[in-house]
């Protein structure tokens, strides 16, 4: 019997070790002689595995682990023999590892070189190589010999702009297709698919128009992409020997992304000339496009979805659904009863402890919001009557991201004990077209809070949730966004910021990394909008800031260094607002450590209990 008890202090069979332990990382998966081998984390490394075995095939202390473009992707590959071919997290060199033999390495020492995207196309071992050399930093797409000596084992076939990625071989290696970009623009911004003959002398050709993304190349000699030059990601085909492309069934949803990381695939090709491809509104899905149209493939995911590998009509797919945890999916897109979890894809929590996605569309001061609302449900408790429960809003990060439905272990330990949640997809978003993306351009730190903010606004005036205990989490820009929120406006009792951007213009730079001139399309270039760094970032306003705050920050970030959180940290100390700091040492740039997990959970879950007055498992978080 259900026993009436103040949200917040629901008793939840989820621990934070049990959540910690739910959240595994999954990087890519393939087929190799018709065996899915797969990368996941393990113990805060990533490895690879093969189907059939319990055992990593990369024991301690290998990690899987490419720091290109800083934020990595595509650290592994596999060859038809079954050799691994990944990038060591330690040295960043390319190693290869044969069944039954120790890894080898197959580039050089070079503490310059950084590789990510691998894959195999063609027969052929294709990276980004990203180098740090005296005149700047310089990428290119390269092959990379399996055999042979060390010091001749790279070979450049492409450059001539600031970044590239997702290179494609065509069947018979006689063309190269892939990603380029120059800043000041992201990859979201425009972004060429690029082709050029490894036989004769051309010089590349773009065949994408916008943002393009994942060239791939048909067992004819086709040329599938995606592009949003219509406002949504679609796919395209150029026939062979064509430098002109037709859409390929045409939709208001996107096949493609932000390409954050390598890596990323969002549609695959079949032999017979099928197409199995991601659709994203909001919530993801699969559609089967055919000569005759397209069909829904059923499957419980709805979250991160990528199309990893096919074989035959046999497809790995990867991502999470509102009742299934992440993981590596095989399907049979001639037959749904075949599909079945290869690995993670399995909870072990009774589903009437997991809370149900809601979406919302609100008004906000710049057009419409999406969000989504996971109420707290536990079946062994109930509210005290008269009483609501109280919500955290989580905010993404990028900024240019999006959250979809999916079953979170983060999400779950706050609903099963009586806590609400609500992620909000600000404007600036990916998964609701290129118009909605662009409310951020030169906008950040005002069309995100406001968004924030008209979420929390929604919320209070919904009668669902307690008006005076609205809390707002976020990480990264997120974090950026949580404490200009709670600096503008007095509707959040509490902020949960995890390494934050707090100064905007002390993060600016000119260097050459991957978001190096980010900041140029989301505030406006520097010097001209110097002005508009000091007023949009939060550490200008934090005198506004009264409500409780507990920041968060992993020692190592190379993105978001500590000396941001530190400064936020000493503006609220030095304004006496009750704030708690703790550093993760060793963490970088989103925590991966099971014990940081846990601790960070706690810490969290702690600071509600302190803020909103319920007693919990885990003590008040104390604060200075």
């Not at 081998?37 to 319990?54: I, L, N």
């Not at 050029?196 to 993304?213: D, M, Q, W």
Request: one cysteine or more; proline letters at 8%; a negative charge.
């Amino acid at each position: 019997m259900a026993r009436s008890l103040p949200y917040g202090s629901w008793p939840s069979p989820i621990s934070a070790a049990d959540a910690a332990a739910g959240s595994a990382r999954f990087d890519g998966a393939r087929f190799v002689n018709g065996e899915a081998f797969w990368a996941q984390s393990v113990a805060g490394r990533m490895t690879v595995f093969r189907e059939g075995t319990a055992e990593p095939l990369l024991p301690e202390p290998w990690n899987v682990r490419s720091r290109l473009h800083m934020y990595g992707g595509g650290a592994w590959s596999a060859g038809a023999d079954g050799t691994v071919y990944f990038v060591e997290a330690s040295d960043q060199r390319v190693w290869a590892l044969t069944p039954g033999t120790e890894p080898r390495p197959l580039t050089p020492v070079d503490e310059t070189a950084t590789y990510g995207g691998l894959t195999m196309s063609a027969g052929l071992l294709l990276a980004v190589r990203e180098r740090r050399l005296p005149a700047g930093i310089d990428r290119d797409i390269v092959t990379i010999a399996t055999r042979g000596d060390l010091n001749d084992s790279v070979m450049s076939l492409a450059s001539g702009t600031d970044f590239v990625a997702q290179p494609a071989l065509s069947p018979d290696a006689a063309n190269l297709a892939w990603v380029g970009w120059n800043h000041p623009d992201m990859p979201w911004d425009r972004a060429n698919v690029y082709v050029r003959s490894l036989i004769t002398e051309n010089h590349p050709f773009s065949v994408s128009e916008g943002a393009g993304v994942q060239p791939q190349w048909s067992t004819r000699g086709d040329l599938f992409f995606a592009d949003d030059r219509t406002g949504r990601w679609n796919l395209r085909a150029t026939p062979a020997g064509s430098a002109s492309s037709l859409p390929v069934a045409p939709v208001d949803a996107d096949t493609g992304g932000a390409l954050w990381v390598q890596g990323l695939s969002w549609f695959r090709l079949l032999d017979d000339g099928r197409v199995l491809a991601v659709r994203t509104d909001g919530r993801d899905r699969l559609v089967l496009i055919t000569p005759d149209g397209e069909r829904e493939i059923v499957t419980p995911l709805s979250s991160g979805v990528m199309v990893e590998d096919v074989d035959g009509t046999r497809v790995l797919v990867s991502g999470a659904g509102e009742a299934v945890p992440g993981g590596v999916w095989l399907l049979d897109v001639d037959d749904a009863a075949v599909l079945r979890p290869i690995a993670g894809g399995v909870t072990t929590w009774d589903a009437s402890v997991l809370p149900q996605a809601e979406p919302m569309k609100l008004e906000g001061p710049h057009g419409d919001v999406h969000a989504f609302f996971y109420a707290p449900v536990n079946p062994t408790s109930e509210p005290e009557a008269g009483k609501l429960p109280p919500v955290m809003i989580m905010v993404h990060g990028g900024p240019t991201d999006h959250t979809s439905p999916a079953l979170s272990p983060t999400i779950t330990y706050f609903t099963s004990r009586g806590i609400a949640v609500c992620e909000v997809n600000y404007g600036g978003s990916t998964g609701y077209g290129r118009a909605y993306r662009e409310r951020l351009r030169g906008q950040w730190g005002v069309v995100d809070v406001d968004d924030v903010i008209a979420a929390a606004d929604a919320l209070a005036a919904s009668g669902r949730v307690d008006p005076e205990r609205i809390a707002v989490r976020g990480g990264s820009a997120g974090g950026w966004t949580v404490l200009n929120a709670l600096a503008r406006s007095d509707r959040f009792a509490a902020g949960i910021a995890r390494y934050p951007v707090t100064d905007a213009r002390a993060l600016a730079s000119d260097d050459g990394e991957f978001e190096s001139r980010y900041f140029d399309g989301l505030i406006g270039p520097l010097p001209e909008a110097n002005d508009l760094y000091v007023e949009r970032s939060p550490l200008t306003h934090a005198a506004k800031i009264s409500s409780p705050v507990l920041l968060e920050q992993g020692s190592d970030d190379p993105v978001v260094p500590q000396s941001q959180a530190e400064a936020i940290r000493d503006a609220l100390a030095a304004n006496s607002v009750p704030h708690a700091y703790v550093l993760f040492d060793g963490e970088g740039h989103g925590f991966r450590k099971p014990e940081t997990l846990i601790a960070s959970l706690e810490a969290e879950l702690g600071l509600l209990a302190t803020v909103f007055g319920f007693e919990t498992d885990v003590p008040p978080l104390a604060l200075s």
